[in-house]
């Protein structure tokens, strides 16, 4: 098996880690708000600050300040909904939603605004992909969680897209990395703005087990070394970026796989995944679903 392969695979199974993380995190025990997680997750990305004494960072032209912006606002949107929607349902049945949402959202944009042609691979794998996302919902999703999730969904695919399609296209990775990370923490500065956003943030934070900020913070340690793996993946293999995309599914199956080992222990924060019939039917759902990726991105 090629090294790049297993890179990607290592970074998959720590991004499931990271998901299960924030499961947690945002759970009745832990920050109770979606908009406090998204608060510190964003603000956190100003440890970016480390790489202004390497020389690499310069000054950004107004183009790349605009799409970093709209980029920030994005994220935090949909990190927001992907929370509130962790609050309601299972990490298993989430991600593969929102991941799914997000391929095919990532499609119909490109096609839409970069004039990117529908291939029979898209048909075919968006088709899967949809199967697999009604079969792992059970149609028990309150309205209110299925519009967090697509909302989510499409977020995630437009701060992507940018950062693909636009910001490189005005800037080097080194600038670009920075500068959007920068502008995270601006978006989560502008959230104090909001009324009773800053008593939200700071009581939720007070209320919060004294172990919760150094929880957060591995979390997002670890996917952070996710991230930088699959970016080291790329560089190993710049000729299967798709099959690597492709692999971004493995999360789901990960974090199936992780929540019925871990069932027995924490029967609690699991009780939905650990009878029979549940394995079996989410498992049937994931299987569709990461067919669906491979055919999409392959």
Partial sequence: MSTWIIIVII???????????????????????????????????????FMLPSGVISMPSTDVVFLSIV??????????????????????????????????????????????????????????????????????????????????????????????????????????????????????LLLLAIPGNVRLIFMGSKHSKSNTTFLVLGNKIVSAISFVLIFY??????????????????QYLFIFIMAVVLAPKFHAFFKDEISKKEILHKLTAISIILIGFFVLFT
Wanted: charged letters at 10%.
């Fill in 71 to 188: 980029i920030a606002f994005a994220y935090i949107f949909s990190i927001m909904g992907l929370y509130t929607s962790l609050r309601s349902a299972s990490a298993s049945e989430v991600l593969p939603i929102i991941g799914g949402v997000a391929a095919i959202a990532t499609f119909l944009i490109k096609h839409l605004f970069y004039g990117e042609l529908f291939t029979s691979n898209f048909v075919i794998g968006s088709f899967f992909l949809v199967i697999g996302m009604v079969l792992i919902s059970h149609f028990r999703f309150p309205r209110r969680v299925i519009v967090y999730m697509f909302v989510s969904g499409i977020l995630f695919a437009v701060s992507s897209i940018l950062v693909k399609e636009e910001i490189f296209q005005h800037t080097d990775f080194y600038n670009g990395f920075f500068w959007t990370r920068m502008a995270n923490v601006f978006g989560a």
């Fill in 233 to 250: 993946a790329l560089s190993l293999s710049s000729g299967n970026v798709s099959v690597i995309n492709a692999l971004s599914a493995l």
């Fill in 11 to 49: 970074a998959q199974f720590l991004a499931a880690l990271s998901a299960l993380g924030d499961k947690f995190l945002v759970s009745d025990h832990q920050l109770k708000n979606p908009t406090v997680y998204a608060f510190y997750v964003s603000i956190l990305s100003g440890v970016v600050l």
